[in-house]
């Protein structure tokens, strides 16, 4: 494709520095010579046959003419390949009747192709003049396609961050605008670059497209398309100004045929009257008439532009109303959805949840009333009262996850931040676990050795709940004989007094499938699976763990796969600490204190 782009380059500019190196007999300069070509006859008046033939002879020629038929053989494959693989994609999008998205046994839109040869055969009978405006029209619908293709490739680029993307799309959309303005607005850059037939031409074939769009938008199922009012400005700008740019060259054609007609009529009346002027005064004579002239068709362009851009602001200030009428319509529409999903959630979650809740419940109940029978030995008292207490936590857990849960939810849960030792809060972590793992023989360690600056300033409870939900679901989800991995790493951090920790709770349990892992931290979800509604929980945890993470104005990520097992990455940053958090006041000591106190 590169070389296929630079040898297609070099050959154009070939053309141009061909067309410039040979000049007819009779004209003293290259611009004498390009001015006059509308009279001169053979080949004489193309500028770069002449030259193939006066530089290398009749060979020259043949090479030239073998070299544009190839050009032209490219660009013809270029345009089937490009324009029957856009009918392929706008069909496989359903813009576009299902037979164009058929693919033949070499992977070819065969009947893309054959639509758009059929179409294009059409255009040579209608006229070489009439082609040259469809090649003007077309060129500027590249132009345009190329800047707006440009300008999302630098707008997805800016949200990505790729900066190489960002600049390569900057630059194109920079050039494409540059070549619009450059065609489609003359005496601005360039004279007369388009004939008043082809901008009539690209206002029918822009107004077709609105046609053409406003049939897909009304078959669009799926609300894909009307999202953006840019797209919308554009099309406007290209009609109004394609219109005053026709308005323009039909006033310039429709005044110099009315100089000519006013030089003649006063020609004849001078000729009648005997008179013969001085041929310099004729010149003078048409030279101001025309300076005249062109001061009112200045002036008349001038107050159309006028009027047109009050027309293009006032439509721009209404797209822009409407756009803001869309956003409310669509946020009310999405606040809708979230409600309604809302709801379903808590009746799901209460659906799930049930069991949890009536399992401890039915156990106190059941162990009670075995305890109050009066056969019931005190070693059996004592095993239904443990059974009991522990059946008891289990609710007081459940009701307080969900207590918690809604006043996270409500905003009315803030961080209390002061000293305190990330080194200590993990291996109270590891001290709580490590009897339970080993319980079911799962290999659990707690890695800080790259820690530099343990000593920061949190809300160490809410951190401590933090790694307790994420290391008890690493338990709880991790089978017998499997692996569970603590690992807490300082990072580089770029701000001063502040450290950048990352912590990663990995096991080898039984994972999460893709679809779950993207809600996963979401209230009210759990997996629905065998192995997953057996064990008790609310589907809150993970939920009450982003939420933490939030509040600390950090980042937390999942990465797993079934069977295989889970890994949560935590990204925080802590202001940090010089000196280590003062010990606790031990309580049996200040009750031992308050117990003297009393006794003086």
Known sequence: MFSAIIAGAIFYVGIIFLSAASVPIGFANWNEYISCLDEIDGLASLPAFHAARELLGEFGLIILIITLACAVLTSVICNYFATSRLMFALAKDDCLPKRFSVLNAENIPSNAVTFVMIVSLTVPFIGQTLLNWLTDVTTVGAIIAYGY???GAYHTARVKRDKKYMISGAVGTFFSLTLAILMLAP?????????RESYFILILLSICGVLCFRIIFKGDKGRRFGKSVIIWIIMLFIILLSSLMWMRQSVAQDFNVMLENISSYFTEEIDNYGLKPHVMHRIREENYLREQLDEVRSGIFLHSVVQVSLIVFTLIVMFNIYSIIRKRERDVEEAHIRAEESVRAKNKFLSNMSHDIKTPIKAIIGYAGLALREETSPEEMK????KIESSSENLLATINDVLEMSLMESGQIKLNEEPADLLKILSEVRDIFA?????????FTVEFSNVIHPYVRCDKHRLHRM????????YKFTPHDGKVEIILKELHSRINGVGNYELHIKDSGIGMSEDFAKKIFDPFEREQNSQITEMQGTGLGMAITKTIVDLMHGNIYVETKENVGTEFIVNVQFAIESEPPKPEPHLEFVAAMNDETLMK
Do not use: D, H, R, Y
């Open 149 to 151: 293709v440009s300008f």
């Open 187 to 195: 005496n601005l850059l360039a004279e007369e670059f388009f004939s």
């Open 383 to 386: 095993n239904f009262l443990t």
């Open 435 to 443: 009897e339970q793992m080993a319980e079911k023989n799962i290999n």
């Open 467 to 474: 790694l307790l939900n994420l290391a008890s679901n690493a």
